[in-house]
C-alpha cells in the first residue's frame, strides 16, 4: 500500500501517482516531430504542462489540415491501460461538457523510446478550473454557483450517462474552460489511465477510496456524482481538507465521520449547496442523489437535507492493535490494513464473540464463526488469508475485495492484472487472489443480488480458469488480454510497437524482425495469448502445435498460427518475418526422411521467403500428401534395410556353407549328381550291349 | 422310427472303410508283388542280392529327408544292372541268378557301386559348402551396396540407429 501511504498534496489536484516510464525531460531527447496519422504534428519540444494530466503529458500539436485549429496532444503512460471502449465511444460524436476529442492514435513518442497512445484534443483556452484557486480570489454566490458550474457540468454527466459511460475523473484539476472568458466549462480527459486510476482520494467515495488507484474499477453514475459533489465543494470554497493528511487517514476520517462533515468541515456554506452537497456526498450508494434528483433540486424543488446514517455501534468495544473499535466498518479497515494480527485475531475467534456480544449480530457472528471452523479444520497453511479476507467481507458488506496488500473493486481486476505485471512487475498475489477463489466468497456476501455480480463472478472464473491452464495462448497472459482490451501486447519483441489490435501484430514483428536475434523465435506466451484472445479464427490446433516437445511441430505451429493471422488479416507481404522463420525451418526440413525431399526444400524455402508470404511457406512446408509419401516411404525403407541387415548377419555369421540348410543342400546335389552320372551309365552300359 | 446317424458315427464308419481299403491296396501290392517275383524270379534274385547295401542305406538313414539311398541306390542299380542284363539276355534261369548271387566277383561290383555312392553322398555337401560361402560373399556386398543406397536416400535413421541422424535442412539462424 505504499501508494496510499503517500501524502495527499496540499492542491486539490491530489495524489501525484507515479510518473510515466524513462521520461527524460524533452530538452534532452526531443529532436524530430511526431506524426499522428499524417495529419497531426507533436512537438515534443513544446510540453503544456498546465495541461497535463498525471498520466498524460500534454504537448503543442499543429493540424496540418487546418493550421488554424487550436489543439494539443495528450501523450499517455504507455505502462497503464488507456480505457480503450471509452476512446472508441467518445471517437464517434461530441459530449457537449466533455473536452472535445479530435482523434487518437499509436505513434512513436521519444521520449518513452517506444510507441504510445496520443490523443488530440481542442485546446481549452479558459485553462483548468483548479487554477482559479491559486489566482486572485473570485468569490461567488450560490446563484453563481449554481449556473455557471453546476448546471453545466449536472447536464454534462447526463449525457455522459445516457451513452454509457461512466467519467471516473471528475476533480477540479480536470475540468477546463473551453473560452477565454471562462463561460463555458467542461470536464476533462477521462482515458489516460485506468478509471479513477488519477483520481486523489479526496474525490472518490469511501469505499473506492480504500482501493489501489488501479483497483477502483469502472464504477457507476453513482461514483461520479460523488466526485462531482467533492468537485462542487472544492470550487466554491477552495479548501482542501484532506491537507497534511495520508491517503490512509483521509479514508479513515471519511469512515468516522462522514464524507460530508470530513469534505465539509467547518467552512459555512449556504443552505442551498449543503442541501446538495449532502445528497452527492450521501456514502450510501443507494441514498445518494442521482440524476433525477438532481434535476428536481436544480428546478427548484427545495428538499430536507439527508442526514447521514449511523453504523450500528457494539455496546462495548473491541481491542485490536492497541485501538478500541466499535463499529465493523472500522473493524474491518483496520483488520485490512494489520493484516497478520488481523488472522490472529479472527482464528482466536474474538470477531465472533464480539460480533455476538458486543453487536449483538448474530447473522454476522453465525457467517465469520463458519467461515473460522472450516478455516481450522483444513491443514492449508494460507487458508488464514482467505478466511481473512472472507470475515472482512461479512464484517464490511461494502467494501472492496481486501486481499493482503491488494484492495480492489471487482471490476477492476482486469486493470489490477495489467498493472500489476505491466508496470509493477509481480502479478503473483493477483494471480493468488484468483486461483485461492476469493472473489467466490465475495459473491457469496452479497447481500442483494445484481447483473454486475453475476457478471464478475462470470470474468473472475474465467480468469481463473485461463490461469490454472499452461498451455500456450493460456495462462496469466490470456488473462490479462481477456480481461483487458486496452493492453498492448506485452511480448518484449514488440512491447515498444504497443500492439492493440492484431491487425497490427504481423506489421510490428515485420517492424523488428530485421534487427532481432535469428536464434530466436518471433513468438513467445505473450504473443500467444495475444493471438488467442484478439484472433477470432480458431487456431487451437497450432497453438497446441507450438508447445509439442518435438521442435519441427512447434515451430510448424509457431509459422501455422502467424500464417492464419495474415491470411487473414495481412499484410500481403512480410519479408523480414518470413526470413526469420525461414531460417527458423531447420527442424521441419529435418522432419522429412527423404534427404531428396529435404535437399529440394532447402532450394524453394528461400524463393518462397523472397516472396514475403508466411501463408505459401507454411503451404510448402505442410504439404500432407508429400509428408504421407516421405513416412510410407520411409517405413518401406527401413522394412527393406532390416531385411537386408538381417541376411547380412547371417551370411557374415560364419555358417554359411556349414549348416544344417548347407548340408541338406549338399545331400540334394550328391543326390542328383548319383541320379545324373547312374542314367548316364545305365544309357551307355545298355546301348553298347544291345548293340 | 430311423434314427439318424450322429457325426462320430458317421466319421467312424469313414474310417471303417478307408481302412478296408488300404487293407485291399496292401494285399494286391502283395499279390502283384509275389506274382511280379514269381514271373520275373532270377531277376529279382539277383536284384534284391544285389540291392542289398541299398536296403541297409535306406534302413541306417537318419535325415528327415533320406536322400542317402536314392545316392548309394543310383550307385548300386548300375553294379546290378549288368548282371541282371546278362539274365535277360544270354539266360534267365533260376540256376544262372544262383551262380551270380553266389559269386565273389558281383559282390565285389556291388559293393564298389554302393560305396561310390557314399563316396558322393560324403563328398558333395563340402564342396557345395565351399559353393555357398563363395556366393555369400557376392551376395553380401550386393546387400551393403543396397543399404548404402538406402541411406543415401533416408538417412542414417533409416537403420533405425538414430545416431547421427541430425535434423539436417536449414537450422536456425543459418
Given at each position: 500500500m505504499a501508494e496510499e501511504q503517500q501524502q495527499v498534496t496540499?492542491?486539490?489536484?491530489?495524489?501525484?501517482p507515479p510518473a510515466p516510464?524513462?521520461?527524460?525531460s524533452p530538452s534532452s531527447s526531443s529532436g524530430a516531430k511526431v506524426l499522428l496519422k499524417n495529419r497531426f504534428e507533436l512537438d515534443?519540444?513544446?510540453?503544456?504542462a498546465h495541461l497535463s494530466q498525471p498520466n498524460g503529458q500534454a504537448y503543442a500539436v499543429i493540424d496540418?489540415?487546418?493550421?488554424e485549429s487550436k489543439l494539443f496532444a495528450m501523450v499517455c503512460n504507455p505502462e497503464l491501460p488507456q480505457r480503450l471502449r471509452v476512446l472508441h465511444m467518445l471517437k464517434g460524436g461530441k459530449a457537449p461538457?466533455?473536452?472535445?476529442?479530435?482523434e487518437w492514435g499509436v505513434a512513436y513518442w521519444p521520449m518513452f523510446k517506444r510507441k504510445t497512445v496520443i490523443v488530440i484534443y481542442e485546446l481549452?483556452?479558459?485553462?483548468?478550473?483548479?487554477?482559479l484557486g491559486g489566482r486572485a480570489k473570485e468569490s461567488f454566490n450560490e446563484q453563481d454557483m449554481i449556473r455557471n458550474y453546476i448546471t453545466p457540468l449536472f447536464e454534462g454527466l447526463k449525457e455522459i450517462n445516457a451513452r454509457g459511460i461512466?467519467?471516473?475523473?471528475?476533480?477540479p484539476d480536470n475540468?477546463?474552460?473551453?473560452d477565454a472568458e471562462k463561460t463555458k466549462i467542461v470536464f476533462g480527459e477521462?482515458?489516460?489511465?485506468?478509471?479513477?486510476?488519477?483520481?486523489?482520494?479526496?474525490?472518490?467515495t469511501i469505499e473506492s477510496g480504500m482501493c489501489l488507484p488501479e483497483g477502483?474499477?469502472?464504477?457507476?453514475?453513482m461514483h461520479d456524482i460523488y466526485s462531482l459533489g467533492v468537485s462542487i465543494f472544492s470550487i466554491y470554497a477552495?479548501?482542501?481538507?484532506?491537507?497534511?493528511?495520508?491517503v490512509d487517514q483521509v479514508v479513515d476520517a471519511k469512515i468516522e465521520q462522514g464524507s460530508y462533515a470530513f469534505v465539509v468541515q467547518d467552512y459555512r456554506l449556504p443552505l442551498p449547496l449543503v442541501e446538495i452537497l449532502r445528497g452527492l456526498l450521501c456514502d450510501d450508494d443507494d441514498e445518494r442523489w442521482d440524476l433525477e434528483a438532481i434535476e428536481l433540486w436544480l428546478g427548484?424543488?427545495?428538499?430536507s437535507p439527508l442526514q447521514p446514517k449511523a453504523e450500528p455501534k457494539s455496546k462495548r468495544n473491541i481491542i485490536f492493535c492497541e485501538e478500541e473499535y466499535s463499529t465493523c466498518r472500522q473493524l474491518s479497515r483496520a483488520m485490512s490494513v494489520h493484516w497478520r494480527e488481523a488472522i490472529e485475531l479472527v482464528t482466536e475467534g474474538k470477531v465472533d464473540i464480539w460480533l455476538r456480544?458486543?453487536?449483538?449480530d448474530k447473522e454476522k457472528a453465525d457467517a465469520v464463526e463458519l467461515a473460522r471452523k472450516i478455516t481450522l479444520s483444513t491443514?492449508?497453511?494460507k487458508a488464514g488469508d482467505t478466511l481473512l479476507a472472507k470475515v472482512l467481507m461479512v464484517l464490511d458488506n461494502r467494501a472492496p475485495i481486501r486481499y493482503k496488500e491488494l484492495v480492489l473493486m471487482p471490476d477492476s481486476i482486469g486493470s489490477v492484472l495489467a498493472v500489476h505485471t505491466i508496470?509493477?512487475?509481480?502479478?503473483r498475489l493477483v494471480a493468488e487472489l484468483l486461483l485461492r477463489e476469493i472473489f467466490k466468497s465475495w459473491v457469496d456476501t452479497r447481500i442483494k443480488y445484481s447483473s454486475e455480480i453475476s457478471q464478475s463472478d462470470t470474468e473472475f472464473r474465467d480468469m481463473r480458469n485461463y490461469m490454472r491452464q499452461t498451455l500456450m495462448g493460456l495462462g496469466l497472459e490470456r488473462a490479462i488480454y481477456e480481461s483487458n482490451e486496452?493492453?498492448?501486447?506485452?511480448s518484449p519483441l514488440i512491447v515498444?510497437?504497443?500492439?492493440?489490435e492484431i491487425t497490427e501484430l504481423l506489421p510490428a514483428l515485420e517492424a523488428v524482425a530485421s534487427t532481432a536475434?535469428?536464434?530466436?523465435?518471433?513468438?513467445d506466451r505473450h504473443i500467444a495469448a495475444f493471438i488467442a484472445c484478439?484472433?477470432?479464427?480458431?487456431v487451437d490446433d497450432h497453438m497446441n502445435a507450438v508447445g509439442d516437445p518435438g521442435p519441427s511441430k512447434a515451430v510448424m505451429g509457431v509459422l501455422g498460427t502467424l500464417a492464419m493471422v495474415q491470411w487473414r488479416?495481412?499484410?500481403?507481404?512480410v519479408f523480414d518475418l518470413t526470413a526469420w522463420l525461414g531460417a527458423s525451418m531447420g527442424p521441419v526440413v529435418g522432419s522429412y526422411h527423404n534427404r531428396e525431399k529435404r535437399r529440394e526444400l532447402e532450394k524453394e524455402i528461400p524463393r518462397v521467403v523472397r516472396k514475403g508470404s508466411l501463408v505459401e511457406l507454411y503451404n510448402l512446408l505442410n504439404n500432407e500428401q508429400e509428408r504421407y509419401q516421405d513416412m510410407t516411404g520411409f517405413n518401406e525403407a527401413k522394412a527393406e534395410y532390416k531385411a537386408a541387415q538381417d541376411e547380412l548377419d547371417y551370411l557374415e555369421s560364419g555358417r554359411v556353407g556349414r549348416d544344417e540348410q548347407a548340408e541338406e543342400l549338399g545331400h540334394q546335389t550328391a543326390s542328383v549328381t548319383s541320379a545324373t552320372l547312374a542314367l548316364v551309365v545305365l544309357v551307355i552300359m545298355i546301348v553298347t550291349r544291345i548293340w | 422310427m430311423a434314427k439318424k446317424e450322429t457325426p462320430k458315427q458317421t466319421n467312424q464308419a469313414a474310417s471303417v472303410k478307408s481302412s478296408g481299403k488300404a487293407g485291399v491296396n496292401n494285399w494286391a501290392l502283395i499279390v502283384i508283388g509275389v506274382i511280379i517275383f514269381v514271373v520275373f524270379f532270377p531277376t529279382m534274385v539277383v536284384f534284391c542280392v544285389g540291392m542289398f547295401p541299398t536296403f541297409i542305406a535306406f534302413f541306417i538313414e537318419?535325415?528327415?529327408?533320406?536322400m542317402v539311398w536314392i545316392s548309394v541306390g543310383c550307385m548300386n542299380l548300375v553294379g546290378v544292372t549288368p548282371y541282371i542284363m546278362d539274365l535277360w539276355l544270354i539266360s534267365n534261369t533260376p540256376q544262372q541268378a544262383l551262380d551270380t548271387v553266389f559269386s565273389v566277383f558281383p559282390w565285389l561290383v556291388w559293393y564298389s557301386t554302393a560305396g561310390l555312392g557314399w563316396l558322393i553322398y560324403l563328398g558333395t555337401p563340402p564342396v557345395v559348402g565351399i559353393f555357398l560361402t563363395l556366393a555369400a560373399a557376392s551376395r553380401a556386398s550386393t546387400l551393403k551396396a543396397s543399404q548404402r543406397r538406402l541411406v543415401e536416400k533416408w538417412?542414417?535413421?533409416?537403420?533405425?540407429?538414430?545416431?547421427?541422424?541430425?535434423?539436417?535442412?536449414m537450422m536456425r539462424g543459418e
Open positions: 496540499e492542491e486539490a489536484g491530489g495524489d501525484s516510464p524513462q521520461a527524460s515534443p519540444a513544446k510540453p503544456l496540418k489540415r487546418d493550421k461538457a466533455l473536452l472535445p476529442m479530435v481549452p483556452l479558459g485553462g483548468k478550473v483548479s487554477e461512466t467519467l471516473r475523473s471528475i476533480r475540468m477546463y474552460f473551453m477521462c482515458v489516460s489511465s485506468p478509471p479513477a486510476y488519477d483520481q486523489p482520494v479526496l474525490y472518490e477502483r474499477g469502472e464504477g457507476t453514475l477552495k479548501k482542501d481538507p484532506t491537507k497534511g493528511k495520508t427548484g424543488r427545495r428538499l456480544r458486543g453487536l449483538e491443514a492449508d497453511p508496470k509493477k512487475g509481480d502479478p486496452a493492453v498492448p501486447c506485452q515498444s510497437e504497443y500492439v492493440l536475434d535469428p536464434k530466436s523465435w518471433p513468438f484478439r484472433f477470432k479464427t480458431n488479416h495481412g499484410p500481403e507481404a | 537318419r535325415s528327415k529327408k533320406g538417412g542414417q535413421e533409416v537403420s533405425g540407429n538414430q545416431e547421427g541422424a541430425g535434423p539436417g535442412g
